[in-house]
């Protein structure tokens, strides 16, 4: 318990808080379209299963594959001579798939590519809306998952900031979106992270061939550091935006 009251434990839980939330926008949007397609009366009940959905299904893959990383110690096979386990595999898959997702991303914010996950879906009734967006928050929630395993030591602070920044995500969506709109140089610097934590659990997957590990407290303080620069080019940069493509 003392672990958690830590200044490192309240680092990382406002840094994974941030990250989900800025990380998460493009989820919102996608659920707000499919959302859009619903009656009127119906949008409310919609956006309140989505949260309540959206938290366990995120706590519920958030344990599980903790639990796997954490006790799947058991080899698996052999490189070289080095074992490989269940926790490095999903480690190096994890990793693998975040920097994609974040390059994929990142290309697609400049080169001026777009997602088209559920756009272009006919109107349907509501249990098959909402079954889209079970399923669009699976995939947008899965790198956000990742991203806490990455850098969280304490699974109780993961679940803590995953369930936040879903209540900020709810409550405050259009606001989140508006700002970010207005300073898209801030998702490309989550996207950033994104990649930052993909090679850490990446290289954290393939231990047993280097048996070295990169301290997660680097991450924070280059976060941190990076995130403090760009307050400052906000402050500095004024009313003036940079434009991105969406």
Excluded: C
Aim: proline share 2%; aromatic share 10%.
């Amino acid at each position: 318990m003392e672990d958690l009251l830590t200044l490192n434990a309240l680092l990382s839980f406002v840094t994974l808080a941030l990250l989900e939330i800025v990380l998460g926008i493009d989820n919102v949007i996608f659920v707000s379209i499919i959302l859009g397609r619903m009656p009127e009366q119906d949008r409310a009940r919609g956006r309140k299963l989505w949260m309540i959905i959206g938290i366990l299904m995120r706590t519920g893959l958030l344990l599980g594959l903790t639990t796997l990383v954490k006790h799947g110690d058991k080899p698996l096979f052999a490189v070289a001579g080095n074992d490989f386990t269940l926790r490095h595999i999903i480690l190096f898959a994890g990793g693998m798939f975040l920097l994609y997702k974040a390059v994929m991303e990142i290309h697609a914010k400049v080169e001026g590519g777009e997602h088209q996950a559920g756009t272009n879906a006919k109107a349907k009734g509501f249990a098959a809306l909402m079954a889209q967006i079970i399923v669009v928050d699976a995939v947008f929630s899965f790198d956000s998952i990742l991203t806490a395993i990455g850098l969280g030591n304490h699974v109780e602070v993961m679940v803590a900031a995953v369930v936040v920044a879903m209540f900020v995500m709810f409550f405050f969506a259009h606001g989140i979106s508006t700002f970010i709109e207005k300073h898209p140089t801030l998702k490309m610097l989550a996207l950033s992270f994104l990649v930052m934590v993909g090679f850490m659990l990446f290289f954290e997957g393939l231990e047993p061939l280097h048996h070295s590990e990169i301290p997660k407290g680097y991450a924070y303080v280059a976060m941190a550091f990076s995130f403090a620069v760009e307050l400052l080019n906000m402050r500095v940069r004024g009313r003036q935006v940079v434009k991105l493509n969406k």
